[in-house]
């Protein structure tokens, strides 16, 4: 079964605010766009961070082979309790999913 980061070209995560992250998945063509778009699954991302799958937003581009997720920030930005403030290592995680 192939994982994410082995079929897209790139992928980032940031900073949206002190309240959310977002991810996003370049595909690089769009034979690489539709097979992430139909194999990863907003429930994969949910497990993978512990979240309700309700909350993650999913924006899918197909004109620019891009899929987007925004979720909630499991602890505030800049909190004691924040281990990432800019939200830069969630891309890592996001990129061993298993594509199904």
Do not use: C
């Not at 799958?53 to 987007?68: C, G, Q, T, Y």
């Amino acid at each position: 079964m192939a994982r994410l980061g082995n079929i897209a070209q790139k992928i980032r995560s940031k900073n949206a605010g002190p309240f959310w992250l977002t991810i996003d998945i370049f595909a690089g063509s769009k034979a690489a766009y539709e097979q992430i778009n139909a194999g990863l699954t907003t429930a994969q991302v949910a497990r993978l961070f512990q979240a309700e799958e309700a909350s993650i937003k999913r924006f899918a581009l197909p004109d620019l082979n891009v899929i987007k997720l925004s979720l909630p920030r499991p602890e505030v930005q800049g909190s004691v309790q924040d281990r990432d403030m800019h939200g830069a290592s969630w891309a890592v995680l996001v990129a061993t999913l298993a594509l199904g």
